[in-house]
């Protein structure tokens, strides 16, 4: 009778492990960016957009007046940037601006944003692919937080 408590014991002990094994190994190599990380990569995005906009048709916008709301992920797709995780992350969010004279608000908006995990883990970088001087695609990336 001792053998056979030691014995659930010893595999309770080795299921206990396994658990905590799984456990680890999910949350370090299948981690997905957050919504609140996509929504920075979003925001980021929009923010550079309006900043061109604003200096090409010389409007004065000041650098808080675009809010996002409902972000949604539709499809997250991992993939490798530069021998780094990372993830294509599609779906569509909502905008809200605000103008001199009203507020105007965007709904269903699609993006698509490229989100790579650095080295440590810790840090997450926007990645977007550009053409190179000499023609041939590249990617730049510019960090946006953490998760």
Same mark, same amino acid.
């Given at each position: ?18 658990? *905590? ?16 990380? *996509? ?64 507020? *105007? ?43």
């Amino acid at each position: 009778m001792g053998s056979m408590a030691s014995g659930k014991s010893i595999l309770g002990i080795l299921g206990a492990i396994a658990l *905590v094994v799984m456990l680890t190994a999910c949350s370090a190599v299948g981690a997905n960016p957050s919504r609140q990380l *996509v929504k920075q990569a979003i925001a980021l995005e929009l923010s550079q957009t309006q900043q061109l906009l604003s200096q090409q048709l010389r409007l004065d916008l000041p650098p808080n007046s675009l809010t996002i709301h409902r972000v949604s992920i539709e499809q997250t797709t991992p993939l490798k940037i530069e021998d780094l995780q990372a993830y294509q992350v599609r779906g569509t969010y909502d905008y809200t601006i605000k103008l001199p004279t009203r507020k *105007v608000t965007q709904r269903q908006n699609p993006f698509e944003v490229y989100l790579q995990r650095q080295q440590e883990g810790k840090t997450w970088h926007l990645a977007k692919q550009q053409i190179s001087e000499n023609g041939e695609p590249i990617w730049v990336t510019q960090r946006i937080g953490y998760d």
